[in-house]
Nanobody
């Protein structure tokens, strides 16, 4: 079992920055791939970014490339999502998730086994 707690969300003006954190407990955090997803009102939960256990490999959805950076600190059991140049369309509830399976980085929600409760990010224009 893995428990995930997100924090760092809030209200920010367009062009601003936020850093989300996801603290993990339970299983050995450093063994697993981690992902960030977001869900806007009335829409499906969508992939944002993912990172391998070592942090060497990352993946991003096209709309956030060059603006968002995913990273992790295995010593602290935390994964981060640094979000810069925020846009109103980034407004959503952001979730972190753990993929305990094998293979490459995944972008589909079905591949992730544990989820946090989410943190709201609101970007005003």
């Amino acid at each position: 079992q893995v428990q995930l707690v997100e924090s760092g969300g809030g209200l920010v003006q367009a062009g601003g920055s936020l850093r989300l954190s996801c603290a993990a407990s339970g299983r050995t955090f450093s063994n697993y791939r981690m992902g960030w997803f977001r869900q806007a009102p009335g829409k499906e939960r969508m992939f944002v970014a993912a990172i391998t256990w070592s942090g060497v490999s990352t993946a991003y959805t096209d709309s956030v490339k060059g603006r968002f950076t995913i990273s992790r600190d295995n010593a602290k059991n935390i994964v981060y999502l640094q979000m810069n140049s925020l846009k109103p369309e980034d407004t959503a509830v952001y979730y972190c998730a753990v993929d305990i399976g094998g293979g490459s980085l995944k972008t589909g929600t079905a591949f992730y086994d544990y989820w946090g409760q989410g943190t709201q990010v609101t970007v005003s224009s």
